[in-house]
């Protein structure tokens, strides 16, 4: 199972485009990356997934270079609402759940 | 369309005492989950289930049992609660197909063992 890591925290303002950054050096050839977003007392709810190249939907881009050894999750002019914990993972599409969830990347977003 | 539904929201428990958790979803999805979150952390998969009828133990799954008699819902029991259960616990659940790793989750079970 790949082992995904990311930064513990960050800090951004308003309007600012932010980026975060996952490593995933032992992704399989069968394995998607997806992102998730928490917000405080509530459940992961899914961002965008890609496999190679980029991905753009309403809410974010991911960008995945040729190695796909890394990935970066791109959140245009982020506001205070933003702010939450993001999840990389990294599984084929019959994982049978079993992605394993570190501890994410702490956004939080100053007016 | 109500998604995952889990029940209840809080619930405060006394060590050795049982309990079930409840979790439904209206998706007609095949795979469903429980997790477990302690604070500062990520999610750790407790249980499993890829169809009604069929269950697997994930990384977490001692102290827990799960039953799938129907697609629809998925209960997650503690047999003899204990203060290292004291969680967030989420239920999930996912279609399979095409869909990559889109999973949908509840809003979350807040449990403490005292």
């Known amino acids: 199972l790949a082992k995904t890591t990311q930064p513990i925290s960050m800090d951004s303002y308003e309007g600012q485009e932010v980026n975060i950054t996952c490593s995933h050096n032992?992704?399989?050839?069968?394995?998607?990356i997806t992102w998730y977003q928490q917000f405080p007392s509530q459940g992961p709810r899914f961002i965008i997934q890609?496999?190679?190249?980029?991905v753009t939907n309403e809410v974010a881009s991911l960008f995945i270079p040729a190695d796909r050894k890394s990935s970066t999750l791109s959140l245009p002019r982020v506001s205070l609402s933003d702010t939450a914990v993001y999840y990389c993972?990294?599984?084929?599409?019959?994982?049978?759940?079993?992605?394993?969830w570190g501890a994410g990347t702490k956004l939080i977003i100053k007016p | 369309n109500a998604g995952v539904t889990q029940t209840p929201k809080f619930q405060v428990l006394k060590t050795g005492q049982s309990m079930t958790l409840q979790c439904a979803q209206d998706?007609?999805?095949?795979?469903m989950s429980w997790y477990r979150q302690d604070p500062g952390m990520g999610l750790r998969l407790i249980h499993y289930?890829?169809?009604?009828?069929?269950?697997d133990q994930g990384e977490v799954p001692n102290g827990y049992n799960v039953s799938r008699s129907t697609t629809e819902d998925f209960p997650l029991r503690l047999l003899s609660a204990a203060p290292s259960q004291t969680s967030v616990y989420f239920c999930?659940?996912?279609?399979?197909?095409?869909?990559?790793?889109?999973?949908?989750f509840g809003e979350g079970s807040w449990l403490t063992v005292v």
């Open positions: 890609g496999y190679k190249t980029k």
């Open positions: 032992n992704i399989a050839t069968n394995d998607y």
């Open positions: 999930a659940s996912r279609p399979t197909g095409g869909s990559g790793n889109t999973i949908y």
């Open positions: 289930s890829v169809g009604a009828g069929i269950t």
């Open positions: 998706m007609n999805h095949e795979y």
């Open positions: 993972l990294v599984g084929d599409l019959d994982s049978n759940y079993q992605l394993i």
